[in-house]
């Protein structure tokens, strides 16, 4: 008995991880790109590269660039606000030249559906946000999103009333998923959260101007540039990907805009 | 029965392989510490006791953040670990091991502590005076009466590497296939629309491990006991 139980233990221990043979290249990817990217790596894997497995690992961008900054062995960052890459560029931590803006994105305040057709937000009464409930956005001391959320809310002013009834999450996917489950009045999240999601309404579009202009940089991370790199970002900034990633909602920039 | 997909085995078998390291790795500390402060007495004892049980009462969080400082790229150990070992703990399913056993450790050496104070002294006294070596002694005699006792460590140790969570998450992330361990896997399945009935299917295999763990550490107790007494 003690004799299988320690073959079990060196299996256990010792035993292959991921699938062999199969390069694999590590996306850190913001949350928001979750079903666009997901989509995208399928069709990768099926299509474009049989040989190159990605991993994708979402998370909001500031917890991902702080792991990138420790060291988590990313070989691609996907981004959803230019200061986190900004952190990282400082940091030497972005493989020189390989940074450009992939995508735009808006923001969306969006309400559990409840059958009936929902009223546009009328952004000139601003204070009304605070009859719809609580609101979730993503925490705006380091999640893009509720950063955001935040610098339009205090450009109409209702920060201060609305930040005690707020609920903070921990990427901006979680203040989606807390309106699915009708947890929260309301949320703020991007657009391509909101697309195609048949729990949620979205009452309106958070004007642009109100925020500064929401970018996703794409970059390989320092020292990890290959082949197999390489492709996966070739892949991401190709024009099949622009497609799905406009479908999913996301305005895909032009050579870096 | 359930069927498991894919993305769910990895996850179950990547729990396992860092619970079962966890525990391999921290036995013989463990029992080296449980040994430590059962048997001798020195300069730093109490510190020491605190040191040990410092997991159980600080935030995970904390815990996983200084191994982060510690074991990191940057930080001391990892960074000797590298150059001289080309050891990595950060961001990989070793450091998730790592974090569980730091998580377990204190535990692990109540457990056994406690069964090494329960030893008759008199028997190893009575080995000793007829020629057995301490090291002998301690492995023909102190071992195997403390058995029930080690068996309870590892069994614990087990448990709480399974469900280890906060350190895990701070110190290696939430990589699939790599760190991301049943609880983290339920985590992002909590965090994301979509999710709710992988979340469930989660909840039910974690519960399902847990009552498997403690039924076989019945069992074998059960089976132990027949045997000392037989």
Do not use: C
């Amino acid at each position: 008995m003690i004799w299988r139980g320690l073959l079990i233990l060196t299996l256990l221990l010792w035993g292959p991880t991921a699938a062999a043979g199969q390069q694999q290249v590590t996306i850190f990817a913001a949350a928001s790109t979750q079903p666009a990217l997901s989509k995208l790596a399928e069709r990768f894997e099926q299509g474009e590269d049989e040989e190159i497995g990605l991993r994708l690992v979402f998370a909001a961008t500031s917890t991902l660039a702080k792991q990138i900054a420790a060291g988590a062995p990313a070989d691609l960052f996907l981004a959803a606000s230019e200061d986190w890459m900004d952190y990282l560029a400082r940091r030497d931590l972005l493989a020189p030249g390989s940074r450009r803006n992939l995508l735009g994105n808006r923001l969306a305040l969006i309400a559990p559906a409840n059958g009936a057709a929902a009223p546009p937000f009328d952004w000139s009464r601003p204070q009304s946000l605070l009859a719809l409930g609580r609101l979730a956005l993503g925490d705006p001391d380091h999640v893009p999103a509720g950063i955001y959320a935040k610098a339009a809310l205090e450009t109409l002013g209702v920060w201060p009333d609305l930040a005690p009834s707020s609920a903070r999450t921990a990427n901006v996917r979680a203040a989606l998923a807390l309106v699915e489950r009708k947890e929260v009045g309301a949320a703020i999240v991007y657009r391509s959260d909101a697309q195609g999601r048949g729990d949620v309404v979205t009452l309106g579009l958070v004007p642009s101007q109100l925020h500064p202009p929401i970018r996703y940089p794409l970059a390989i991370v320092a020292g990890r540039d290959s082949a197999a790199v390489r492709r996966a970002y070739d892949f991401l900034s190709g024009p099949k990907a622009r497609a799905v990633f406009a479908e999913a909602g996301f305005q895909p920039l032009a050579n870096g805009g | 029965m359930l069927e498991l997909t894919p993305l769910e085995w990895e996850a179950l078998l990547l729990s396992l392989r860092v619970a079962t390291l966890s525990v391999v790795v921290s036995l013989p500390f463990g029992l080296f510490i449980a040994w430590l402060l059962a048997r001798r007495d020195f300069a730093g004892k109490i510190l020491l006791d605190g040191l040990v049980h410092l997991p159980l009462v600080v935030p995970p969080v904390v815990v996983g953040y200084l191994l982060l400082l510690l074991f990191g790229r940057q930080g001391p150990l990892g960074a000797w670990l590298y150059d001289h070992l080309g050891i990595t703990l950060a961001f990989n399913w070793k450091g998730a091991a790592l974090a569980a056993a730091v998580m377990a450790f204190p535990l692990m050496v109540r457990a056994m502590r406690l069964s090494l104070e329960a030893v008759d002294r008199k028997l190893e006294s009575a080995a000793r005076t007829l020629g057995a070596g301490r090291l002998s002694v301690f492995v023909t005699i102190t071992l195997p009466l403390m058995w029930p006792g080690l068996l309870t460590a590892a069994i614990l140790g087990f448990a709480r590497s399974l469900g280890e969570f906060g350190a895990t998450i701070t110190f290696v992330s939430n990589i699939p296939g790599e760190t991301r361990t049943l609880p983290l896997a339920l985590y992002s399945l909590i965090q994301s629309p979509d999710g709710e009935a992988g979340a469930l299917r989660l909840t039910v295999i974690a519960v399902v491990l847990a009552l498997a763990a403690l039924a076989a550490s019945e069992l074998l107790a059960r089976r132990i006991k027949r045997r000392l007494e037989g």
